[in-house]
């Protein structure tokens, strides 16, 4: 069996109303990409519903004794999966949702006995989820499923073992991503058998939190019904970075330096360091264009906080499609703008993959942003009449480092400084400075474990410093 799938957010809409898990990081892309992921994540529950419907549509056994689900890494929208099936006895079957590496794997086990089709029939409302408070008391979540809606698009499951464990599968999700830990979680498994078991009342799932270690341990959550037993596991997905506000950043630079009248372009400022560097510039006097790609809402808060704290001082938000960076060159020339100096912080989300071959798409990907992109950027600049444009662009200290799981960006940005430096003689008005830059505190390297960062205000004051 090899089953392909490509979930999109009209996939993440319908979830969310069958399973009453209205989690943003599912559904909201402004508010997904603040986070770590960078993007809508696929409902975990989703994935498993998909894949269990895929083996049924297949397999001709009826019946569901057990699951046990491991999530090794998060589903994106318009990521390409796919699926394979292995038998590993007469009753246990493995099966592995994949892209170039396992993503998901589904050990089911089947069963001779069936459950009924003995569900509340109703959809959910929308409703905000819930912030994690740790309690070890037994809590009662009440589920319900929509027959007409997953019957329409997931027959199979629903065939093969009956809507009450269908049921009860859909409402772990509502479970992990409204209530525990809720708001800021992150699915990471479970690990449950189907039986008769103690529980009369129907249509209920009884949890308590079973192991809490801080918000850098897994969650074990004891979760039970009456047809159900055993336990989720889940992480507090960390909450976005928030950098200080305006005033904050002019009392840590206190005027060393004087950029009064100067202008300066920080490419992909709606957040992270471009938001970082931005404020810094602004707190020496320098007026700033911030351009955006998606973060239009984010950019122009960022330089209302600007303007309205230093009247004399213009921070304007820019829109930019970095594939086609004339727009931008085009605003400069018509408005007389005089440029100093360009921060260049356009990136993807980084991410890797833990493989010898290396992946090209991505690579590919990482090589328009950090080189292509930038080549064009330098071209439309390079001809500005006789001013000296500065430039800085960001690096990385994994070049020198190394890190398995990230050859792809590790190259794409070794591939960068190549050009550069092979273009600097070429270049009449443009000076780039290039650093290596080690994990600042940014969404970028925001991470569920305990991960070591640098202060991105020192690490950037210093860089605008340099540049001036």
């Not at 005089?338 to 992946?359: C, H, M, Q, R, W």
């Amino acid at each position: 069996m090899k089953i392909n799938k490509t979930f999109d957010l009209e996939d993440q809409n319908w979830f969310a109303e069958l399973s009453g898990d209205y989690n943003p990081i599912h559904i909201n892309e402004n508010d997904s990409r603040k986070l770590h992921s960078g993007g809508i994540l696929v409902h975990g529950i989703h994935t498993v519903i998909w894949a269990l419907d895929s083996f049924f549509r297949e397999n001709e056994r009826n019946g569901l004794s057990s699951v046990k689900t491991k999530f090794f890494k998060p589903i994106y929208l318009g990521q390409k999966l796919s699926i394979i099936s292995e038998s590993i006895d007469i009753k246990k079957n493995v099966i592995k949702v994949y892209d170039k590496e396992l993503l998901v794997s589904i050990i089911v086990e089947s069963s001779d006995v069936k459950f009924g089709d003995n569900i509340d029939d109703s959809k959910y409302k929308f409703n905000i989820p819930k912030e994690f408070k740790y309690s070890d008391k037994h809590n009662v979540l009440p589920i319900s499923l929509s027959e007409e809606m997953i019957s329409s698009k997931y027959p199979f499951i629903s065939q093969g073992v009956g809507l009450e464990i269908v049921s009860n599968l859909v409402g772990l999700s509502r479970l992990v991503g409204m209530e525990c830990p809720g708001l800021n979680s992150l699915f990471a498994g479970f690990n449950i058998t189907f039986n008769n078991t103690d529980v009369t009342e129907t249509n209920k799932i009884i949890w308590s939190v079973s192991k809490f270690g801080g918000n850098h341990a897994p969650i074990d959550i004891t979760v039970r019904s009456s047809i159900m037993k055993g336990f989720v596991q889940a992480f507090i997905r960390p909450t976005p970075i928030i950098q200080l506000p305006f005033l904050e950043v002019l009392k840590f630079t206190k005027n060393i330096i004087n950029l009064s009248n100067t202008y300066s372009i920080v490419i992909g400022g709606s957040r992270g360091l471009g938001e970082v560097t931005s404020k810094i510039i602004t707190s020496y006097g320098g007026n700033v264009i911030i351009t955006y790609n998606k973060g239009k809402s984010e950019a122009i808060k960022i330089c209302d906080d600007i303007n309205s704290n230093s009247p004399n001082i213009l921070a304007v938000p820019l829109y930019l499609d970095m594939e086609n960076p004339k727009h931008l060159f085009d605003y400069v020339s018509t408005n007389g703008i005089k440029l100093d100096a360009i921060y260049y912080f356009a990136t993807p989300k980084i991410k890797g993959f833990n493989s010898v071959e290396l992946d090209e798409d991505l690579l590919n990907l990482y090589n328009l942003f950090y080189t292509v992109y930038f080549s064009r950027l330098l071209k439309l600049f390079n001809n500005d009449s006789d001013n000296k444009i500065k430039v800085f662009y960001p690096s990385t200290i994994f070049i020198d480092q190394q890190n398995d799981n990230l050859m792809e960006y590790i190259l794409s940005k070794k591939n960068a400084e190549i050009y550069i430096g092979y273009q600097k003689r070429k270049l009449k008005n443009i000076d780039i400075l290039v650093s290596r830059l080690g994990r600042l505190n940014t969404d970028q390297n925001n991470s569920v474990f305990s991960v070591e960062t640098e202060d991105p205000l020192v690490v950037m004051n210093d860089i605008v410093l340099l540049m001036n």
